[in-house]
């Protein structure tokens, strides 16, 4: 039995991203190129490569990546070989952000014997092999947006699954202030800046709490991102989930159900029924599998002091929605103040100050 003789941290592409590279892949094999390539593993691109009593240290430093990283977009650019020709593979951009950023947090002391390039292996063979498999790759080949979202440990050789753990599944804070211009312009209006004010004091409140505050800000920024469909009030809330679902961004997803329920209740939402009956089916039994975390109160308490032009005192802002709807029902108001005071005593200070109400303008 081979000994085995190093690890590596994978950055494991999305679902979609698997079936075009397998497509291509598919097609060489059809032509009776294989390649000598480890088989049965997910498209990837190699984030680090580890000697074997660094196990326990990459495992638990998986765990804090994922806390930290969302989901990350890649744009598979190009196609290219390794010197020596026996490495065909497909690559994003040069210097792609995301990943940068995720290769130099990695902590745990690296062991490889070439610089750092991120690629996707398609075919691994001899040189003359590989360059007659070239053109069939070449006539296929198409540039796209490809997702991380994974990170998994393996040993070789032989293959040995050590780990694997998700990104957030939220989008970057740049990827999400996009998706939040692009919603306003389908449907303008006050909400985009409430959202922006959500954003900053969820952030502020996540750094002072021992949150991930860049988690905070998206899931701040997009709580309410299901106005872009329209002039809808609770269906805002199955839109906005629906549109997160559909994009793989979960995390968002769940706050675009939970911001408007700090008692999981459907029944004490403030404003108008206007779904459909499988909309209120969707969001009542999404609910109802959810178990509040701290991301859900902290959105809820955010969404109870933002308003477009700023931060507003809670007590200001609550009665301003209840003279805007006729009512506000009185469960959710006591349920905001003492979230309020929950994250007040995580801070260790007066909420106001920790979001500088007096002076921040979206």
């Known amino acids: 039995m081979m000994a085995e003789e190093f690890l590596t941290l994978m950055a494991d592409l999305d679902d979609e991203s698997q079936k075009i590279l397998s497509g291509w892949y598919e097609k060489l094999r059809e032509q ?5 390539q480890t088989q049965n593993l997910p498209f990837h691109i190699s984030m680090g490569s580890f000697s074997l009593d660094k196990e326990s240290e990459v495992v638990g430093e998986m765990k804090k990546l994922s806390d930290r990283f969302p989901v990350i977009p890649v ?9 020596g020709g026996r490495v065909l593979y497909a690559a994003p951009d040069m210097n792609p952000a995301g990943l940068l950023d995720l290769r130099q947090a990695i902590q745990t002391q690296t062991a490889e014997k070439y610089p750092w390039t991120p690629h996707c292996t398609i075919m691994i063979d001899d040189a003359d092999t590989i360059q007659k498999a070239l053109p069939i790759l070449v006539d296929n080949f198409h540039t796209f947006m490809a997702r991380v979202t994974k990170l998994h440990l393996c040993a070789f050789w032989p293959t040995r699954e050590i780990a694997c753990v998700n990104l957030g599944t939220y989008p970057s804070a740049s990827e999400a202030e996009r998706l939040l211009e692009e919603a306003e312009s389908c449907n303008p209006g006050p909400w985009g800046d409430h959202s922006r004010t959500a954003a900053h004091c969820a952030k502020a409140i996540a750094a002072r709490s021992g949150m991930n505050s860049e988690k905070a ?32 961004y979960d995390d968002v997803a769940r706050i675009c159900l939970t911001h408007s329920f700090n008692e999981k209740d459907i029944s004490k939402y403030i404003g108008k029924f206007d779904t459909t009956e499988e909309e209120t089916s969707l969001i009542k039994d999404s609910l109802d599998a959810v178990e509040p975390d701290d991301y859900d109160r902290l959105i809820q308490l955010c969404d109870s002091i933002s308003g477009a032009e700023g931060v507003m005192d809670q007590i200001d802002r609550m009665t301003d929605v209840k003279n805007r709807y006729g009512a506000y029902d009185q469960g959710k108001w006591d349920t905001n103040i003492k979230l309020r005071e929950y994250f007040e005593a995580k801070m260790g200070e007066d909420l106001y100050i920790a979001v500088d109400k007096d002076n921040y303008k979206p």
């Open 32 to 36: 009776g190129f294989t390649g000598v």
């Open 75 to 83: 744009h598979i650019s190009h196609i290219g070989l390794f010197e």
């Open 217 to 248: 800000y998206v899931l701040g920024l997009l709580h309410d991102i299901g106005r872009k469909f329209g002039k809808r009030h609770l269906g805002h809330v199955s839109d906005g989930y629906s549109y997160m679902k559909s994009l793989g």
